[in-house]
């Protein structure tokens, strides 16, 4: 059964912290469901990149498909899944581009070769063939071969959704599932949520 806390982070915590303990591999992987101007949803596999009681912090070029939906439409939904702990949690709420510092920053702490591909990449353009990715893969990393600062390519940071609502699912015997949803019934970090639990 799901203890049920004052608010959705104290929970989404002790959940990750267990997944990160059991699961054998990307604890942190999440899906990102965005609709675009079309109004046809999409959604792919992320990492969360960072996560406080402001919310779920996910990187991307601003350029690629769901960097282009996030930008026309400011809601986007995540949902985790650990098979190990027999867990999900649905995020739900608006997303907001960070601060250019803590993209920075961020940037800073990843792999020389993950830096490198965040400028090659044309992401989700169309890809006449692999050589061509690799012949700019090279490119950058001759133009960034004296230096052990790669800047942040100006198109490429981070975005994090504000959660308005927040559903814990406990897989349960029989399929007689456990699940709290959380509503947020202010605005702000600190703002105040009702529970309730709901049929599964």
């Known amino acids: 059964m799901i203890s049920e806390t004052k608010d959705p982070n104290t929970l989404f915590k002790a959940w990750l912290a267990e997944a990160e303990e059991h699961e054998i591999n990307n ?32 990187y991307t070029n601003y350029e690629s498909r769901k960097g282009q939906e996030i930008l026309s439409n400011d809601y986007a939904s995540l949902c985790f899944y650990w098979k190990s702990t027999n867990r999900q949690v649905r995020i739900e709420g608006k997303i907001v581009a960070v601060a ?3 993209a ?5 702490t990843r792999d020389r070769g993950s830096q490198i591909g965040a400028w090659a990449s044309k992401q989700s353009s169309h890809l ?31 975005f994090r959704v504000i ?14 599932h456990d699940r709290v949803v959380y509503t947020k019934t202010d605005t702000g970090a600190d703002g105040n949520w009702t529970t309730e639990r709901v049929y599964p």
Do not use: C
Request: no cysteine.
């Open 100 to 102: 250019a510092q803590e």
């Open 104 to 108: 920075d920053e961020y940037f800073a």
């Open 27 to 58: 604890y942190n992987a999440v899906n990102l469901a965005t609709v675009g101007n079309n109004g046809r949803p999409s959604n792919r596999m992320m990492l969360l990149k960072g996560y406080d009681k402001r919310g779920f912090v996910i």
């Open 128 to 158: 006449e063939n692999r050589s061509v990715f690799e012949e700019r893969i090279k490119h950058f990393e001759d133009k960034y071969s004296k230096t052990d600062n790669i800047p942040r390519p100006p198109h490429w940071s981070g």
């Open 163 to 176: 959660p308005d609502r927040v559903e814990f699912w406990q897989e349960m015997p029989y399929r007689q």
